[in-house]
């Protein structure tokens, strides 16, 4: 009898620690998120199930905003790691996209550009209101990194630790080349997760074939731990008999 409390003892003391668990690990196609996105600055239309948009030159604007992780998913107690797989074909001869993902106050992503052979960059920002983007905050930049000719294919990816109540931690890899920083803005997971498109503000188009993520975090199991002190009561109450 000792032997079985003791083990649950620490089965409760264990399940009173947050777990850690993969929340979300998902490919959307440029079609599902022509169907699901909302298209503030830009206009969209289908090349298969690619997806690409159109918009005027200027800005930077929110191109468009595809919600990817809901509200209260995760805790603003704890951290939480985003990473982003980015597949797109170089449509234009001028293509020098954001991505980023945003809890819909600041954002935290890559800018990939055609110059230099190749460029790119972490950026944050802050999102005033859901259509606009601001004070742009640039991170450990490199250029030189290769390029997809026009009508080529390739991706990028970038990865946004999310700490409570302290800056986020980014990271990007583009062909060979990866650069890591710690940005200026705090995000919190538990608004819920955006990932945004934006634009250098000679642009007019891009074509996003799909685009990956996985997502990190650490959840409460309250019911769980209910469960188990509920079992050890039970045998408490039998030992005492």
Same mark, same amino acid.
């Given at each position: ?23 979300? *690990? ?18 969209? /239309? ?6 690409? %948009?159109?918009?005027? /030159? ?22 939480? =790691?985003?990473?982003?797989?980015? *597949? ?23 800018? %990939? ?47 946004? =630790? ?22 200026s803005v705090i995000l919190d997971a538990s608004r819920g997760l955006s990932f945004l498109a934006s634009n250098d ?6 074509? %996003? ?14 019911? =769980? ?10 045998? %408490? ?5």
């Open positions: 009898m000792r032997k079985t409390l003791f083990a649950l003892f620490i089965l409760c003391v264990f399940s009173a620690s947050i777990f850690a668990e993969t929340v979300l *690990n998902q490919t959307f196609t440029g079609q599902q998120i022509y169907n699901t996105a909302s298209f503030p600055n830009s206009t969209k /239309s289908l090349s298969g199930t690619s997806l690409v %948009i159109n918009f005027s /030159s200027g800005g930077p604007y929110v191109l468009f905003l595809f919600p990817f992780l809901q509200a209260n998913t995760l805790s603003n107690a704890s951290a939480a =790691t985003v990473n982003v797989t980015v *597949n797109f074909t170089r449509n234009i001869a001028d293509y020098d996209p954001y991505f980023m993902i945003t809890d819909g106050l600041n954002a935290v992503g890559t800018a %990939i550009w055609d110059n230099d052979g190749g460029y790119c960059n972490l950026y944050s920002a802050q999102q005033p209101t859901t259509n606009t983007l601001s004070n742009f905050q640039s991170y450990s930049s490199v250029s030189g990194t290769g390029y997809p000719g026009t009508g080529g294919s390739s991706s990028v990816t970038f990865s946004v =630790t999310i700490n409570p109540q302290s800056a986020a931690q980014a990271s990007v890899t583009f062909y060979s080349t990866s650069r890591s920083a710690t940005t503000t000679n642009d007019s188009s891009y074509r %996003i074939d799909s685009v990956s993520f996985q997502v990190n975090g650490v959840v409460p199991e309250p019911s =769980t731990l209910g469960l188990v002190f509920m079992v050890l009561s039970f045998f %408490i109450f039998l030992k005492r008999k």
